[in-house]
Nanobody, 124 residues
Framework: QVQLVESGGGLVQTGGSLRLSCAAS????????VGWFRQAPGKEREFVAR??????????DYADSVKGRFTISGENAKNTVYLQMNSLKAEDTAVYYC???????????????WGQGTQVTVSS
């Protein structure tokens, strides 16, 4: 049974940092694309970052709104992916989800497995 568990969310002030974790069981991360998405109240779920491993190195990609502030990384041995979020802004407030898919896409509808989400609140 595939299970994804996010953690690390919380309340932080503008300009602060948080690190989210996504731990997987029931499968091997390195065989999938792992994406982070977020959803604010009244808004559609949006792409934040994604990572895919190859034999030589990993590929990372970010939404323009977080580029330069967020970093996605992973530890294959722990089957865990992280999202380091720095210089947080009020508009980063949302529920953050990790997801697994087989295609390198930013479309959340094409991801197959989802975690339960973790709340990130940035206060100004």
């Amino acid at each position: 049974q595939v299970q994804l568990v996010e953690s690390g969310g919380g309340l932080v002030q503008t300009g602060g940092s948080l690190r989210l974790s996504c731990a997987a069981s029931g499968l091997t991360f390195s065989r999938y694309v792992v994406g982070w998405f977020r959803q604010a109240p009244g808004k559609e779920r949006e792409f934040v970052a994604r990572i895919r491993w190859s034999r030589v190195l990993s590929y990372q990609d970010y939404a323009d709104s977080v580029k330069g502030r967020f970093t996605i990384s992973g530890e294959n041995a722990k089957n865990t992916v992280y999202l380091q979020m720095n210089s947080l802004k009020a508009e980063d407030t949302a529920v953050y989800y990790c997801a697994l898919g087989s295609r390198l896409t930013t479309n959340f509808q094409e991801y197959d497995y989802w975690g339960q989400g973790t709340q990130v609140t940035v206060s100004s």
